[in-house]
């Protein structure tokens, strides 16, 4: 019994503090991590930025790889006419590799709130949308929910509230399912044995997630714009 | 209680269908590979975008499962 009242405690989003305006403001502790990460990024911003020079030291021409790298890909996917999206989808990207990286260092990680990545969904799912009035203007765009037939478009609509749902319940739904079972085996097993899975659970699945959660983003914005 | 555990076990049974469904995306993205590896970028690619999708299916079991338990 104390098992399961013990996950019970873990599945709930904690009120970290109550800021004491109009009877009390709760604030989760997702966003007080998402604070911590925020001040982390900027922290390697302010870092890696600083002096830019025209022939790259070591430690720019590193960062120079990686920021040429992630363009490439979603340059690969989007083409030149979705280039001006590619900032965004970057940071986002950052944001949830950090995010779910974060419980190696004994926080909660952000993206286990259901709210976190609902709103990250919404976020995507309005600019999805929105590539696909810029590309092809409103008229267009409402022309582009009866292709390839016209009795199609009830389901095309359906999709538009279907992919952020998806977006949001795959990266809540990882997240949740590999903190429930490290706290099991942490409960079960708290020496050595929870390792190897935490590899597997905090690092390798958490990377996976983000990735999947941009890629798809993009991919959706391609089809959009085709 | 114990209705419900059942019930929420019920809901995770969809995760079977996603172990199948990645099971023969990777049995024919090893096949791909080994036949035209030159290929194994763009596999890799598809591959990991289809076992996202039919891994969905077994979220939202686990999520309908994890709703059964707080709300029932």
Same mark, same amino acid.
């Given at each position: 019994?104390?098992?399961?009242?013990?996950? *019970?405690?873990?599945?709930?989003?904690?009120?970290? @503090?109550?800021?004491?305006?109009?009877?009390?403001?709760?604030?989760?502790?997702? &966003?007080? +991590?998402?604070?911590?990460?925020?001040?982390?990024?900027?922290?390697?911003?302010?870092?890696?930025?600083?002096?830019?020079?025209?022939?790259?030291?070591?430690?720019?021409?590193?960062?120079?790889?990686?920021?040429?790298?992630?363009?490439?890909?979603?340059? #690969?996917?989007?083409?030149?006419?979705?280039? #001006?999206?590619?900032?965004?989808?970057?940071? &986002?990207?950052?944001?949830?590799?950090?995010?779910?990286?974060?419980?190696? +260092?004994?926080?909660?990680?952000?993206?286990?709130?259901?709210?976190?990545? %609902?709103?990250?969904?919404?976020?995507?799912?309005?600019?999805?949308?929105?590539?696909?009035?810029?590309?092809?203007?409103?008229?267009? @765009?409402?022309?582009?929910?009866?292709?390839?037939?016209? @009795?199609? %478009?009830?389901?095309?609509?359906?999709?538009?509230?279907?992919?952020?749902?998806?977006?949001?319940?795959?990266?809540? #739904?990882?997240?949740?399912?590999?903190?429930?079972? *490290?706290?099991?085996?942490?409960? +079960?097993?708290?020496?050595?044995?929870?390792?190897?899975?935490?590899?597997?659970?905090? +690092?390798?699945?958490?990377?996976?997630?983000?990735?999947?959660?941009? @890629?798809?983003?993009?991919?959706? *914005?391609?089809?959009? *714009?085709? | 209680?114990?209705?419900?555990?059942?019930?929420? =076990?019920?809901?995770?049974?969809?995760?079977?269908?996603? =172990?199948?469904? /990645? =099971?023969?995306? $990777?049995?024919?993205?090893?096949?791909? /590979?080994?036949?035209?590896?030159?290929? $194994? =970028?763009?596999?890799?690619? $598809?591959?990991?975008?289809?076992?996202?999708?039919?891994?969905? $299916?077994?979220?939202?079991?686990?999520?309908?499962?994890?709703?059964?338990?707080?709300?029932?």
């Amino acid at each position: 019994m104390s098992l399961s009242e013990k996950l *019970m405690e873990e599945l709930v989003s904690k009120t970290a @503090f109550t800021i004491p305006l109009f009877g009390g403001i709760p604030v989760q502790e997702s &966003v007080v +991590v998402t604070w911590g990460i925020m001040a982390f990024v900027i922290l390697l911003c302010l870092i890696f930025v600083r002096n830019l020079k025209l022939v790259p030291t070591r430690k720019q021409a590193c960062i120079e790889t990686a920021v040429g790298g992630v363009y490439r890909f979603f340059h #690969g996917i989007l083409g030149d006419e979705g280039k #001006g999206y590619i900032p965004y989808l970057a940071t &986002v990207g950052i944001y949830l590799g950090l995010s779910n990286l974060s419980g190696l +260092v004994g926080l909660t990680p952000p993206t286990k709130d259901i709210n976190v990545t %609902a709103g990250l969904a919404v976020m995507s799912i309005v600019l999805i949308e929105y590539s696909g009035i810029r590309k092809k203007g409103f008229k267009g @765009f409402i022309k582009s929910f009866t292709e390839p037939v016209p @009795f199609i %478009a009830p389901l095309n609509v359906l999709e538009v509230f279907i992919r952020p749902l998806s977006l949001c319940m795959r990266l809540f #739904g990882n997240i949740l399912g590999g903190f429930v079972i *490290m706290e099991l085996l942490k409960i +079960v097993a708290p020496i050595l044995v929870p390792i190897p899975f935490s590899f597997y659970f905090d +690092v390798f699945d958490g990377l996976i997630q983000m990735y999947v959660f941009v @890629f798809l983003t993009a991919i959706f *914005m391609k089809e959009l *714009m085709d | 209680m114990s209705l419900v555990a059942l019930g929420a =076990g019920i809901a995770v049974l969809s995760g079977i269908g996603a =172990g199948i469904g /990645i =099971g023969i995306a $990777t049995s024919g993205a090893t096949d791909a /590979i080994a036949r035209q590896p030159e290929a $194994t =970028g763009e596999i890799n690619k $598809t591959l990991l975008l289809g076992c996202a999708l039919a891994e969905s $299916t077994a979220i939202y079991g686990l999520v309908v499962a994890i709703i059964i338990m707080f709300v029932l």
